[in-house]
């Protein structure tokens, strides 16, 4: 979102070309983001993109070589999504146990706001990714390994300690990956306060 | 595996005929399921599987009409394999505690053996299809609905009950779910440690 407001003091014909171009971008990874947390990323097609939202097939081309370009450029404007709706909220709360569960309010916040349509991007990508080798998967294990540090060096801070830091925060993945599972496949939305439970006997019972 | 031996006295031509053709379904679907393991039951086509087994197309739409048949054979396949492997040796074991726990290992071996070569396939069926309604889907959720019932009706007969059973199952199913998804993707196998501490602290702590 930063990217299209950084040259709005100069308006030539060129920065204007370029602010389109932008636009253009954001709108097709817009699109690539919510296909492929409903249909997975094998399903982003250039055509079928193109044919999703009406631009030509060259036109999607000027931005993205390949599928695989395209497919990594999509995994990254899902992280962005992510950060924004999760971890960015929660550090500006103060450290420690605050911030953490400020941290998991806003996780089951975006899985009960459907944040994506198809649900939790990036719990879908891993398992389709995990046994195709390649950039794809590889940017998206980076993304997730990430993610369970962030956990860890969250919960450390916390210090909610009885387990190590890293045994917590593998419980407390599971739980999200259960919540965005159950919530999707079998729409019982039980799931939310299930989710809440165990991370108040997470949290609490480690003190 | 019990249908190829049920009728294995008579031997006619036309039961040698039958269970010929047995022999090429379950042939077939072994098939399926691993593909489906490793790259999603979208990826099963009539082509792609006829030309991964080495049979003609006609001869496989001899015994599955339909994509959508060969998906929905391919997760009953699949569901007997999880049967076999993980839920009827536990039913050998002492109803109780004993049969619970006994679930739960054989539940972690299963990951760790990666029956399926592409992890679990119930999992990255439930991802690929939560998103996609049909029969698929629904036969998907079906199955997963009886397993979280199962883990329910065991955690009851455990007595193990500080937590709701349907809280404390929703919490073990969760651990299983991260540790295929942390096996798989992040080829990280301290994993089974973890769940089997995450298990060892559920059942124990709710005593």
């Known amino acids: 979102m930063n990217e299209t407001t950084t040259s709005v003091s100069s308006s030539g014909p060129t920065d204007r070309r370029r602010q389109r171009g932008e636009r ?42 390949s599928k695989e370009e395209l497919q ?3 995994v990254d404007a899902a992280r ?3 950060l924004r709706e999760v971890v960015y909220p929660s550090s500006q709360v103060d450290e420690g ?47 997730m390994g ?14 909610v300690g009885a387990a190590p830091a890293s045994q917590l925060a593998f419980e407390i993945n599971a739980i999200g990956l259960a919540t965005n599972w159950q919530h999707q496949l079998l729409g019982d939305d039980q799931t939310f306060q299930q989710a809440t439970n165990a991370f108040d006997r997470l949290i609490g019972s480690s003190r």
Do not use: M
Request: proline residues 4%.
């Open 72 to 74: 990594l450029a999509t």
């Open 24 to 65: 253009t971008r954001n709108t097709i990874l817009s699109s690539a983001v919510d296909l492929g947390s409903r249909e997975g990323l094998e399903s982003l097609t250039i055509g079928r993109l193109a044919s999703d939202i009406e631009i030509s097939k060259s036109g999607l081309f000027a931005h993205f070589g």
């Open 146 to 159: 990430d993610w369970l540090n962030l956990l860890t060096q969250l919960v450390e801070a916390a210090g």
């Open 97 to 143: 146990l605050p911030r953490l569960r400020a941290l998991l309010e806003a996780w089951i916040s975006y899985f009960r706001r459907d944040v994506f349509p198809g649900g939790c991007f990036f719990q879908a990508a891993s398992l389709e990714f995990d046994g195709r080798p390649g950039p794809v998967r590889q940017r998206v294990a980076e993304i």
């Open 80 to 82: 962005e999504v992510f």
